[in-house]
């Protein structure tokens, strides 16, 4: 799997290069000011990244759901009481929302300050979108904690809790307010801890999903186990056989979960630097540090889309 990740990531990353260059391309018959090029470059890689976090938080949803339902199957004859409704998602499709809201509002975000930049009298197409994410950021900002909150993965302290859901309503309003071309590179560092803020509670998320999934499927490698070894003979075999080799699948699926996640953490750190770096460059400072940041963020964004494509099927 290792090599066809690798080889998936080569093409992906030339073809976003690809894009992103002709983007600039496009753009090159216009004179082109720094913040336009580096926007316009940010904007391209943050939808890469989101994409593929939105298709990750749902990967690991299947593979979750799957290891409950095998999980089910091992200790059915021991739970006469069992009901079905108790295999529950790692996410419910209402917490899967909240993030997935989340992820779109800093993509469409980033897509407003490039039209902005770039194509000021193309940006009004742009508009209804943007207001569209900001009401929806708005009314989400204020049941971000008890979203968040009840799902098995976070868990914010009253602190984080109200962080986040300043830098929801803070990026939600950005969204709906009309933005003027020469007040953008203030607008942006404006924005930067708020971007910062998100992407944080983003990553504290995560981090408990991981926690999460590797408890499960070391208890589902455990009940697999138990279950051959307490077979014994009654097992033929060709069913001792197949079951065995579900120990190796096991395996393959929980590494598999864990390096979707650990990629969606990498993908979201660095679309927070690379925010960071621009909100830099807007005001002149280190534009080379910013190219190095949106290419780790390309990268990360890459790396998101070929692991959705080359997860293990059940």
């Known amino acids: 799997m290792q090599l066809t990740h ?27 000011t720094p913040l336009a090029r580096h926007s316009a470059a940010f904007s391209t890689a943050t939808a890469v990244v989101v994409n593929g976090s939105e298709n990750a938080y749902r990967a690991a949803n299947r593979l979750y759901f799957e290891e409950q339902i095998s999980a089910a199957a091992l200790s059915y004859d021991s739970q006469p009481n069992w009901d079905p409704h108790s295999i529950q998602p790692l996410l419910s499709e209402t917490q899967l929302e909240v993030r997935t809201t989340l992820l779109n509002s800093l993509k469409v975000y980033a897509r407003n300050i490039s039209e902005v930049e770039n194509a000021p009298r193309r ?6 979108a943007a207001t569209g994410a900001g009401n929806n950021l708005l009314a989400l900002s204020s049941s971000l904690n008890g979203e968040l909150g009840d799902a098995k993965g976070i868990t914010v302290s009253q602190e984080q809790a109200n962080g986040l859901s300043t830098a929801v309503k803070a990026l939600g309003e950005f969204l709906i307010a009309k933005k003027v071309r020469h007040e953008l590179p203030a607008q942006i560092q404006t924005m930067d801890p708020q971007i910062e803020a998100i992407c944080r509670v983003l990553l504290l998320d995560i981090t408990a999903l991981q926690t999460q999934t590797k408890n499960d499927y070391s208890d589902l490698l455990t009940q697999q186990d138990l279950f051959i070894r307490r077979a014994g003979d009654k097992l033929s075999p060709v069913e001792r056989r197949a079951e065995i080799r579900k120990l190796p699948l096991i395996l393959q699926k929980a590494e598999a979960s864990k390096e979707l996640l650990e990629a969606l953490k990498v993908a979201l750190h660095r679309l927070a630097l690379a925010h960071h770096a621009l909100a830099a460059a807007a005001q002149g400072n280190n534009p080379e540090d910013l190219r190095a940041k949106i290419g780790d ?3 990360a964004g890459q790396t998101l889309a070929n692991f959705y494509q080359t997860l293990p099927t059940s």
Request: hydrophobic content about 40%; some cysteine.
């Open 6 to 32: 690798q080889s998936a990531r080569r093409g992906l990353r030339l073809s976003v290069t690809s894009f992103v260059a002709g983007i600039l391309l496009t753009l090159s018959g216009c004179s082109l």
């Open 123 to 128: 940006s009004e197409g742009l508009d209804s």
């Open 297 to 299: 963020l390309q990268d």
